[in-house]
């Protein structure tokens, strides 16, 4: 179990003195007094040194000087400007330790001693038992004990106990004097060891004084005493253990072991930098893990921490509870929602609770890695942050979509960003002449780098060297990898540039072929690996896209389709009471209402049949803000929802808010600024299922870059015909909330959800050109050319597939009806297809009601895993390119394939196509490599004996989980 260093110094000083009292009381010989008095201290440093490692979170000053060749090139800027009170003592303690070596040496050679000849055997032999009759053992010892570390005064006690005594002073008898010296020597400041020594000499001149005058000598008989001590000796010593374990093992004790670890902490504060405001320390408890947290502040910056976990150390802990602290308190977790982001995905699963995130950890746990963004919550409103990365090589996935997930619930419409990096790293990477400086990512050394540039620019240094920078020195590459994304192709595909000391580079056919002939505008291309003590964890390169479509940076949180479970609900308004709805009339909340009753602070709203799904929710400051400057719009104004009950009645339906012919759902897809002038005067209506609400109020918020631009109080007339909402400018989102609703039968409810239409950037008409219209049934065809793509007699579905990219197996569709068969023209000369797809889907999915998400899917999934290279290697194509239509060549009825130039994402496609299973790769090198397969696909388990004996390829199965698009349809 680690302790901190203060900790350990103070635990050191207590056993000291623990061992002192005991010395003191026990009646012993004072030869055998000295000899504890020498021994105890090594001891004392080993007990608590055995639970002791100093952090190396940061490396200290120390480094900017010892790494130097001489002292003139060392960098002393750097080192003033690292100075802290963890360094200065450091530095004086260094100088002390040198002053009382020097001076241990010069007693040394003072007494001309050989210490290639001392004898410990014969120490343990003689330490707590006199050598002779006489005891004259315990006497030398006591001579060079004194003649070591003794004063000038004491050398005429030493000869005339040399005269009295037989035989010679041997080396051995000075190893209790080299025992207290080395103490001494590492801890020379402390004061207790200075009283230990004193009380050495002490004994050792007792000693001499009764061998010289004997009947000043008071003898004890050590036979009886001696054994007795060490018993006393051994039981103190495992009371110590149970002492020095106090702070870390009893209840109780956590104050002191915080006040240790911010000791610990203030003393790495910098001298010539700004101090940090200090705040309570917070920290989630799990496990054997504490995760620091974030605290979440009305600033528009969030300075949090990711805290790296093996997937291993998940696994372990999916049983584990959780525990709050903040300061010195621990408070309860009243919320906790969040996100999970997954490698290679945008799409971010939601946490609902934590009793809902505690019943999924089990199957979170084996699904590898993943990155929570975790947002916890107090009675007193407070709210933090935790970032938990779970990876084996400090992978954080979708930091940005995350954390702006778990904001909106937080800070309104306010972005929080990651820390402003205002030091100028020394690392950088260059590939050719492109420079990207790189910024640290998470402690110790990670760090990572974007840059965004034309694709004209990155064709100019695909096929340079790349090399990493500490100031103007190369850093030695150890490993490299690089991988891309944009085309379907490359999903499980890693490059591994050939590494030639302190530079890599690619070779000639993936720089110009895989990566030169197939990159786009809006394509990224990200590597990741080891230089010197740099673990890099992203290095992301973007291409730059003109015709990149907006995409809106606050999106609504997901409706919350559990059952409603709790019967009470905080609302924390900033700068107004507080409200706690409840049933006043349950049993059940008695408790709760006896809590709150009578405090200022807070208001008691009664709400016949109270349940909710949220414990407690904050009012967004900038709204409060907002509202307290307009002349006919305040706080109290929406006042009327409170005392409405929660509607709860959407579990596993699809929720639609319609505005003319726009729909959300919460969000909406991206319109044109034209698409919502057209729409915004048109009614506002509600439908959840099949059945439809009447919307008695509504607050609609517009938001431009994250802040509020206009807010409007509707009642059902306004929401009918919404004459007063103003025009919105490109690039501006508009959050409908508070929606009172009425059903069938008249009752009035609130709906706990926020609807969002997004509007984007302004799109000039003559750039594209899309005509959508109905076919007869005929054979699907597709044609691409310059600047057009046309689809003819294509089903809506299996066009969907097509822009989707996505295998038919991967492919979920819910409530459709019906399957229209269209003819699709686009023609645009400045898209590519990519942003050609983007377009066409979204233009589908506004005329015919449909939307998308990516879930991740439990189900058997078939891996395809390389195990013997050489097999494969050896059927490695080298001829000629051969068109797509001529690869794969299948010969019926046998079902024997002939597959050229083949890569193995390609088999994995004809596999999957073949069997209707779901395929998946691991990332390697070889994957994207062209090679030659012979197969009969006749039956799985042929193909697969066919592949390990023929080609070194393994297929094996198992419940993964993978991901799937389901399209739903809500019209």
Known sequence: MHISTPQYLLEFSILLILFMGCIRNLKLHPSEKSSLLAGIPILCMLLPGLRLIIPAADAGMADHVVGAVSWLEADWNILIRNLSTANLLYSIYLFGFALAFAEFLDRLFRQGLDLNRLSITRYFKTALWPSGKDGSGMTKKAIAGLSLLGNQSDSLLIERSRLKTSGSVQRAHYLEGFLLQLALLIHWWNPILWWYKNAYLAESRRELQGSVMPSRAVRLSVRDQTPKAVKRIFALSACFLLLANMPLVMPGSNPFYDWLSSLEQKSQIRYFEDLP???????????????????????????????????????????????????????????LVGRIGVPHSDELSYIGSEIDFIDRLPRLSSMGEQTFYLRLETDKGQTWVAVIAVSESAQVYNSEGGLHAIARDVAGFKRLNEEDQKKTSPYRFTWGDMEIPLEKYASPDVYSGFIEITLDSFLQIVEEDMRFFALDSTLEIEHLSVRAYGNPAWRSVIWSPEIITNSAVLDSKTALESLGKQIGPGDEITLYGRAGSLYINTIAIRIY??????????????????????????????????????????????????????????????????????????????EMDYMSKQEDLSVYSLEYIYALPEYHGFHDTAVQLNWGEMWATPNSEVYEPDEYELNRRESISLKIGEESFA??????????????????????????????????GAETSVFI?????????????????????????????????????????????????????????????KMVEELLEVRPSRLVFENMEE????????????????????????????????????????????????????????????GPEVPDDEKIQSFDPEGYHLLRSTTLVELSELLEDRFGEIFELYPTPYNNLPFNFSLVLDNLPSVEQQLIDDYGIQLFDGDWSYYAVKIRFIR
Do not use: C
């Not at 919307?695 to 631009?709: R, Y």
């Not at 007339?717 to 025009?727: A, G, N, R, S």
């Not at 449909?850 to 195990?867: E, H």
């Open 277 to 335: 405001e200090l705040e309570p320390l917070a920290s989630l408890s799990w496990g054997g893990h504490k995760i620091p947290l974030a605290a979440v502040h009305s600033e528009d910056d969030l300075a949090y921490e990711v805290y790296h976990m093996q997937p291993f150390e998940l696994h372990l802990l999916r049983y584990q509870n959780m525990q709050l602290k903040v300061g010195n308190k621990k408070p309860g977790i009243q919320k």
């Open 545 to 622: 896209d003109p015709n990149r479509l907006y995409q809106p940076i606050i999106r609504a949180p997901e409706l919350n389709d559990e059952p409603a479970e709790y019967d009470y609900q905080l609302i924390n308004r900033p700068g107004y009471e507080s409200l706690l709805r409840i049933d006043t009339l349950n049993a059940r909340s008695q408790r709760i209402v006896d809590m709150y009753r009578g405090k200022p602070d807070y208001r008691i709203v009664h709400v016949p049949g109270f349940k909710t799904n949220e414990r407690l929710v904050n009012s967004w400051e900038s």
């Open 695 to 728: 919307i008695e109020k509504a607050l609609v918020d517009f938001v431009q870059d994250g802040k509020v631009k206009g807010m409007y109080l509707l009642n059902e007339e306004d929401l009918l015909i919404p004459h007063v909402l103003p025009k919105a």
């Open 819 to 878: 399957d229209p068969i269209l003819n699709l023209r686009f023609d645009g000369e400045s898209y590519r297809k990519k942003s050609a797809y983007e377009i066409i889907l979204r233009s589908l999915m506004k005329k015919y009601g449909f939307s998308l998400k990516n879930d991740r899917v439990k189900g058997r999934v078939i891996r395809l895993q390389v195990n013997y290279d050489e097999k494969l290697l050896e059927m490695q194509y080298e």
């Open 737 to 797: 909330q508070h929606l009172v609703i009425r059903d069938s039968v008249g009752k009035r409810w609130q709906l706990p959800a926020v609807f969002a239409f997004h509007i984007g950037k302004e799109v000039n008409s003559g750039e594209w050109n899309l005509d959508i219209e109905t076919a007869e049934e005929g054979l699907p065809t597709l044609y691409t050319y310059d600047g057009s793509i046309v689809f003819e007699n294509y089903p809506l579905s």
